[in-house]
């Protein structure tokens, strides 16, 4: 079993609609949570973070359930420019500290007009 | 403020011949990283640091090589090319510290062929 898991898609859904993407994770010690979007051919930039209250940036909301261990994201209002691949991300441990994030293979959003 | 710099952006290798992937970051972070990724496979992490001189081995290290003489460099250096090489490399940076709450800033990346 992978430790992140994500529905590859493509979610294919046109301008203005809400699309909603989740993610499972194995290790229910897991500390730290973020999304992540990579565009075509470019490297992965940070979305936001994903905090146990739950996290808002605009359209863009970020859930955590712990007990079932999956975290989500919902994007309102879709536009065409959200259109890209999003990664789960999460890191396991904190022991050691160090900073080291398990990456999802990633779901594909694709906005039309 | 440049962030991440990984050079070169392409390369094409044959199978045996070595290189050196290089990476640097100007913002001071302590920790460094190397992943590559797959289709359908997500990025899985090669190498990382913690700091000058601490290195250590992720996921996948075999037929890979890092140092770290300084805090702003980060090569990693194929031995020996192998098709299954072929990837597309990213280098990473964070803060370190017993607190994990961040997140990576990433290099544009390297996209290696090995033929």
């Known amino acids: 079993r992978k430790e992140v898991e994500q529905d590859p898609g493509p979610f294919n859904v046109p301008e203005g609609a809400t699309v909603a993407f989740n993610c499972t994770y194995s290790?229910?010690?897991?500390?730290?949570f973020f999304w992540y979007r990579q565009d075509c051919r470019k490297e992965p930039k940070l979305l936001m973070s994903?905090?146990?209250s739950g996290n808002e940036d605009g359209r863009f909301t970020a859930q955590l359930n712990r007990a079932s261990q999956y975290i989500s994201l919902l994007i309102r209002d879709s536009k065409l420019s959200d259109s890209a691949t999003y990664l789960c991300v999460v890191n396991p441990l904190l022991s050691g500290g160090y900073n080291k994030l398990i990456f999802g293979a990633g779901t594909r959003l694709a906005v039309h007009p | 403020n440049a962030g991440v710099t990984q050079t070169p952006k392409f390369q094409v290798l044959k199978t045996g011949q070595s290189m050196t992937l290089q990476c640097a970051q100007d913002m001071n972070h302590e920790y460094m990283s190397w992943y590559r990724q797959d289709p359908g496979m997500g990025l899985r992490l090669i190498h990382y640091?913690?700091?000058?001189?601490?290195?250590d081995q992720g996921e996948v290290p075999n037929g890979y090589n890092v140092s770290r003489s300084t805090t702003e460099d980060f090569p990693l250096r194929l031995l020996s090319a192998a098709p299954s090489q072929t990837s597309v490399y990213f280098c990473?940076?964070?803060?370190?510290?017993?607190?994990?709450?961040?997140?990576?800033?990433f290099g544009s990346g390297t996209r290696l062929t090995v033929v």
């Open positions: 990473a940076s964070s803060y370190y510290s017993g607190e994990s709450n961040y997140g990576y800033t």
């Open positions: 640091s913690v700091g000058a001189g601490i290195t």
């Open positions: 290790n229910s010690a897991s500390q730290s």
């Open positions: 994903v905090y146990s």
